[in-house]
Nanobody, 114 residues
């Protein structure tokens, strides 16, 4: 069982920035695909960004150019730098771990006020 612990959510005004972090309790962190997903009220969970073991990234269309995913294998951590935040970015953000199994963090609330 892999534990994912998220941090960094909160309330921010539109145009502001937040940085989310997620640490994983695993010894093979450098091998796995890590990602961030989000779910707004009444909507399905959607991809925000992923990063694989080589550092290759993928982003949802709505966040391209504004969000940046990165990883620190030594710290077993993945980060999401969110800039130019919009009210529509308001959601619960979930860290995701994908290897032989898939694990989810508990979620962290991000609220962007207009």
């Amino acid at each position: 069982q892999v534990q994912l612990v998220e941090s960094g959510g909160g309330l921010v005004q539109a145009g502001g920035s937040l940085r989310l972090g997620c640490t994983a309790s695993t010894n093979i962190f450098s091998l796995v695909v890590m990602g961030w997903y989000r779910q707004a009220p009444g909507k399905q969970r959607e991809l925000v960004a992923t990063i694989n073991s080589r550092g290759n990234t993928d982003y949802g269309d709505s966040v391209k150019g504004r969000f940046t995913i990165s990883r620190d294998n030594a710290k077993k951590a993945v980060y999401l730098q969110m800039n130019s935040l919009k009210p529509e970015d308001t959601a619960v953000y979930y860290c995701n771990y994908r290897w032989s199994n898939i694990y989810w963090g508990q979620g962290t609330q991000v609220t962007v006020s207009s």
